[in-house]
């Protein structure tokens, strides 16, 4: 990863640590935050599936340090992250990415979060508990993302980044 790249994906992890605060939403055992959709759909068209799985992980590693997330936050945002990342790189469509953003952390991380709040957390909760409000949280962060991104390409920006 060249250096870029590398100070791309740090602002993306500094924008999602410093605003975990602000914006978060809580959920029953979950802390939704649409902040990270955001940057997991803004990480996969910029710099590819791995990287953006490195930044969900990082940002919900230390959102949980810091006690402004919760475990359920890596299954949804690097599933979404990687699923972003994964359909751009195939269809380089920002909209495709769009989608796999929202069905990797609405849908199929929702589903995922059941067994780590039953057995890493203790709750017991409905199976599909978590996908309604991943999904809602999802698409209002990947719509935000999504809308950033446009504004990146129109200006320029990520040709700097890639080059």
């Excluded at 802390?31 to 919900?60: D, E, R, Y």
């Amino acid at each position: 990863m060249n250096i870029k790249k590398l100070t791309t994906a740090s602002l993306l992890v500094a924008i999602g640590i410093a605003s975990a605060h602000v914006i978060s939403i809580p959920f029953g055992v979950s802390k939704v935050f649409p902040v990270q959709h955001g940057i997991n759909l803004l990480a996969g068209v910029i710099l590819g599936p791995g990287p953006a799985v490195a930044i969900a992980f990082t940002i919900s590693l230390l959102r949980n340090i810091l006690g402004t997330g919760s475990l359920l936050a890596f299954p949804g945002s690097m599933i979404g992250a990687f699923l972003a990342g994964l359909l751009f790189k195939k269809t380089g469509k920002s909209f495709i990415a769009m989608l796999g953003e929202v069905v990797g952390t609405g849908v199929i991380g929702g589903i995922v979060a059941y067994p780590v709040a039953k057995f890493f957390m203790g709750r017991e909760i409905a199976a599909f508990f978590f996908v309604a409000p991943f999904i809602l949280s999802s698409i209002a962060g990947a719509l935000i993302g999504y809308a950033l991104y446009k504004v990146i390409v129109k200006t320029g920006i990520t040709n700097s980044i890639e080059g």
